[in-house]
């Protein structure tokens, strides 16, 4: 199931359905998405701060569901990630969003909604910029608009020319439907009702802030849980911030994912540029894709909007 495919002047609602935001940074933001020639319906309580949650969840979840609900509502775009999204899955009514399929977009603690609402809605959502991205990045603003104003063919997702990909497969290509997002999200919902399902998928991983060993950690999970083994391919983007200023005492990042991943033996593509840092590409989740393990690139098979 795919959403009908986002026009200028068309409404996207804004959610805040994990962490806080600066009320001036949003308002800062929803200027410049304005600019761009849409029309910006503010959920009823993005401006809320309940220690580290946007308000109760009770309201975030309430502008969640309430989004899909309204008729006049063309996309709805997370404002930040941070954390909070796990709290409220039990109160998504996915037969209201199966009944109402919208652009739905978001990265980083938004990882859950995105593969859960897929997987259960059969809805393709989106690993994306957000309201408080840095959408004046070249890059990251054509692949964000092209996505939902063009994806209603098949196309190709690949790096700005001055950042190599590289590939490690045995295959010259591997398809499948895209799965993941933060690593650390993929993990907290395995043994939950909504945990990933990677088998025979192609599983995205990336990850920000955490050291070396802690990937070691949050990799280690996914390979005793199974979904590593059952996954067909394996693509990963940005691990922003997870290097040290030494390693007397640690295995390097790249230590690290050579010895979780690579030696797996499963087609691999590294350095795709999506996740916590910039150009920031949009990434379908719940498409068929395939991985061209000549070329470096991501294949998009089949339309992700109408």
Do not use: W
Not at 15 to 31: F, L, Q, R, T, V
Not at 137 to 143: A, G, P, Q, V
């Amino acid at each position: 199931m795919i959403a009908r495919r986002l026009k200028y002047g068309d409404t996207i609602g804004l959610i805040s359905p994990a962490g806080a935001e600066n009320p001036d940074k949003i308002k800062e933001s929803i200027k410049y998405i304005e600019s761009l020639g849409f029309n910006i319906k503010e959920g009823k309580h993005i401006y809320k701060r309940l220690g580290y949650l946007a308000g109760s969840d009770n309201d975030r979840a309430e502008d969640l569901m309430n989004m899909f609900r309204d008729d006049n509502v063309d996309m709805i775009l997370c404002v930040r990630g941070g954390y909070g999204t796990m709290r409220i899955l039990p109160s998504i009514d996915f037969d209201v969003i199966q009944k109402n399929p919208k652009i739905f977009a978001g990265f980083s603690d938004i990882t859950t909604f995105l593969n859960i609402i897929s997987q259960k809605c059969g809805l393709i959502t989106f690993h994306s910029p957000m309201c408080n991205s840095n959408l004046l990045d070249k890059y990251t603003l054509e692949s964000f608009l092209s996505t939902f104003m063009n994806g209603h063919k098949p196309y190709i997702i690949k790096n700005p020319n001055n950042i190599p990909t590289r590939c490690f497969s045995s295959k010259r290509s591997v398809s499948g439907k895209l799965v993941g997002g933060n690593l650390s999200l993929l993990c907290s919902t395995i043994g939950t009702p909504f945990e990933v399902d990677t088998k025979d998928k192609i599983i995205f991983i990336e990850e920000v802030g955490e050291e070396p060993y802690k990937i070691d950690r949050l990799l280690t999970q996914l390979l005793l849980s199974g979904k590593l083994d059952e996954c067909s391919g394996i693509i990963l983007g940005q691990f922003t911030n997870c290097e040290l200023p030494h390693y007397e005492r640690s295995l390097t990042l790249n230590e690290v994912i050579t010895d979780r991943i690579l030696n797996l033996n499963k087609p691999t593509i590294t350095n795709i540029q999506s996740g916590h840092s910039y150009p920031k590409l949009t990434l379908p989740i719940g498409s068929k894709i395939r991985m061209n393990c000549i070329e470096g690139v991501i294949e998009v098979l089949e339309p992700v909007v109408s």
